[in-house]
C-alpha cells in the first residue's frame, strides 16, 4: 500500500427494511467504482436504512450482509466499510464492519446513540475507537452522530484520516458540511464522509452531500445532493504529514481523558 490512497464514496438511496434488495442495488453501483480504488465507504446501515426494527432485521457474523460484504472486497480487490444493525451478547448495536479484500474484518460499534430517532432505546453503545492500520495509512471510521462530539472525534491516535458514515437527514445539511469541515481542520486529518439520499420508511428525506475534505478543510470531491452517485478522490500521505510537520497544530492540544 503506498502513500496515496484511493476512495470512492456510493451515495444512494436505501430500500427500507429489505436486505435483499439493498445488497443488490449496491452490487450493482459496485460496479461502477474505478478499478484502482482502495477503499469503498458506504453509508449508515446501507442494508436496512436507519430503523428500529432490530428484532427482525440483526445480523451476525455468518449472515447475509457481511457475507456480501466479503465477497464483494474480494472480487473487486477493495476494502468495503459500511454499518449494520448487529446482534451480539443479547445486545443490539449499530456496527461498522471493516472488510479488508482477504476476508479479514474488524468492527466498531456507534458510541453516541441518536436520542432524538429512539436510537438509544433499541441500542447499545460501543465503548471504543477502532484505529485500522491500512497500509502505511491510520484510520478511524465514526458512525453519523458521532459527528457532533469533537471530544470523541479527536485526534488523540494520530490518524489520517477521518471516516463517517451516515443517515444525516436533510434539514439539519448545513450542520453535517459545517461539522465535517471543523473535524479535517481541528484534526488535520482527510475526512471521507458518506451520506445516503431518498426518503426512508418514516418519511425523513436525506439528501447526501457525501464529500471527501483535505486537512484544510477544503473539498476534493462533493457529491450531489439528492442524487445517486459514485464519487472518488485520491490523497496523500505525504503531503498531510508535510503540513502537520509545517504547522504542528497538535503540539498545543489540550490533553484529556474520557472517563465513561
Known amino acids: 500500500m503506498n502513500k496515496i490512497l484511493k476512495i470512492s464514496l456510493i451515495q444512494a438511496d436505501i430500500i427500507w427494511e429489505n436486505i435483499e434488495a439493498n445488497l443488490s442495488h449496491f452490487s450493482d453501483l459496485l460496479s461502477r467504482v474505478e478499478h484502482d480504488t482502495d477503499i469503498v465507504i458506504l453509508p449508515e446501515m446501507f442494508?436496512?436504512?436507519?430503523?428500529?426494527?432490530?428484532?427482525?432485521?440483526?445480523?451476525?457474523?455468518?449472515?447475509?450482509?457481511?457475507?456480501?460484504?466479503?465477497?464483494?472486497?474480494?472480487?473487486?480487490?477493495?476494502?468495503?466499510?459500511?454499518?449494520l444493525i448487529f446482534s451480539a451478547d443479547n445486545r443490539i448495536f449499530n456496527r461498522l464492519i471493516w472488510m479488508n479484500p482477504s476476508?479479514?474484518?474488524?468492527?466498531?460499534?456507534?458510541?453516541?446513540?441518536?436520542?432524538?430517532?429512539?436510537?438509544?432505546?433499541h441500542y447499545s453503545p460501543g465503548n471504543s475507537k477502532l484505529i485500522i492500520d491500512f497500509g502505511e495509512w491510520k484510520i478511524c471510521p465514526?458512525?453519523?452522530?458521532?459527528?457532533?462530539?469533537?471530544?470523541?472525534?479527536?485526534?488523540?491516535?494520530g490518524y489520517d484520516l477521518?471516516?463517517?458514515?451516515?443517515?444525516?437527514?436533510?434539514?439539519?445539511?448545513?450542520v453535517w458540511n459545517t461539522l465535517l469541515k471543523a473535524r479535517a481542520i481541528?484534526?488535520?486529518?482527510?475526512?471521507?464522509?458518506?451520506?445516503?439520499?431518498?426518503?426512508?420508511?418514516?418519511?425523513?428525506?436525506?439528501?447526501?452531500e457525501s464529500m471527501i475534505l483535505d486537512p484544510h478543510g477544503q473539498l476534493l470531491t462533493h457529491a450531489s445532493?439528492?442524487?445517486?452517485?459514485?464519487?472518488?478522490a485520491s490523497i496523500d500521505l505525504d503531503k498531510l504529514n508535510d503540513f502537520r510537520k509545517k504547522f504542528p497544530v497538535s503540539k498545543d492540544a489540550d490533553r484529556f481523558e474520557i472517563i465513561d
Open 47 to 83: 442494508a436496512t436504512g436507519f430503523t428500529m426494527n432490530t428484532i427482525r432485521l440483526a445480523e451476525g457474523f455468518s449472515d447475509k450482509i457481511i457475507t456480501w460484504m466479503s465477497k464483494s472486497a474480494a472480487a473487486y480487490n477493495f476494502a468495503i466499510t459500511g454499518s
Open 103 to 121: 476476508g479479514k474484518f474488524t468492527f466498531y460499534d456507534k458510541r453516541h446513540l441518536f436520542r432524538m430517532g429512539m436510537e438509544n432505546k
Open 142 to 157: 465514526l458512525i453519523c452522530y458521532d459527528l457532533r462530539f469533537p471530544v470523541w472525534s479527536r485526534n488523540a491516535e
Open 162 to 174: 477521518l471516516i463517517y458514515v451516515a443517515n444525516w437527514p436533510s434539514v439539519r445539511s448545513d
Open 186 to 208: 481541528e484534526n488535520q486529518c482527510f475526512i471521507a464522509a458518506v451520506n445516503r439520499v431518498g426518503k426512508d420508511g418514516e418519511e425523513i428525506d436525506y439528501s447526501g
Open 225 to 232: 445532493e439528492n442524487k445517486e452517485m459514485v464519487i472518488s
